[in-house]
């Protein structure tokens, strides 16, 4: 129970990650082969579909954007501030989290890059910011090569000409895909952090404290 209790808020998000993901894979199949069905071509079965362009286009161009806005998020709130915002470290005054410790390297708790410091400490203090956009980078190249392989295979179907994935990134389609997933990311974290000034959630440390005014900045 105790493991449960620990973990809980990643089991919990995770389970249902994977519950929308295996709604978002089958009734994608279902569809592509309502889609074949319409142009005279044979259904495929349901592990065929994992190998789809039709599938790996839609997967990754939502992973994509995610990881751009949790990026951008990280990254942008180590030096940009909202005064009132549960979300925003307080202007003019140095938080923990823009300090290292002396002492931490002696601490055998401590992370190995902290223990060890120099580059990979320097490294560590980063990965967080560099982990998020090296997974929106690799969620970029698979939808640009996912959405070629279902562009082609429309093309295909229509008598026309394939074109490549670097082809297929110079195209309106794929940045159509792109900007309608990254406005709704940076609208939805943009008004988080807003609302947050105002609104509280009880119990939850992404809000402030119920009995704290509006223009108290972080959750301390």
């Known amino acids: 129970m105790t493991f449960w209790r620990n973990n809980g808020l990643s089991i919990v998000l995770f389970s249902i990650f994977f519950a929308s993901l295996a709604g978002h894979y089958l009734t994608g199949w279902s569809q592509y082969n309502e889609e074949r069905s319409e142009h005279g071509s044979a259904s495929i079965a349901a592990h065929e579909y994992a190998f789809e362009g039709h599938f790996l286009q839609t997967l990754f161009e939502n992973w994509e954007s995610e990881f751009l806005q949790m990026g951008a998020y990280v990254l942008l709130t180590a030096f940009l501030f909202q005064r009132g915002s549960a979300d925003s470290k307080r202007p003019g005054t140095i938080e923990r989290v823009d300090t290292i410790s002396d002492s931490s390297q002696d601490d055998p708790e401590m992370p190995w890059p902290v223990r060890r410091g120099g580059l990979a400490l320097a490294i560590y203090s980063h990965s967080l910011s560099i982990a998020l956009f090296f997974l929106f980078a690799l969620s970029f190249i698979l939808h640009a ?14 008598g026309q000409p394939t074109i ?57």
Do not use: C
């Open 145 to 158: 090569a996912g959405g070629a392989s279902a562009y082609n295979a429309d093309a295909l179907a229509h």
């Open 164 to 220: 490549s994935t670097l082809e297929f990134l110079q195209t309106s389609r794929f940045w159509f895909e792109s900007f309608q997933n990254w406005q709704s990311e940076f609208l939805s974290i943009g008004m988080m952090i807003v609302l947050a000034i105002f609104l509280r959630q009880r119990g939850s440390p992404e809000s402030k404290p119920v009995d704290t005014p509006h223009h108290q900045t972080g959750t301390n």
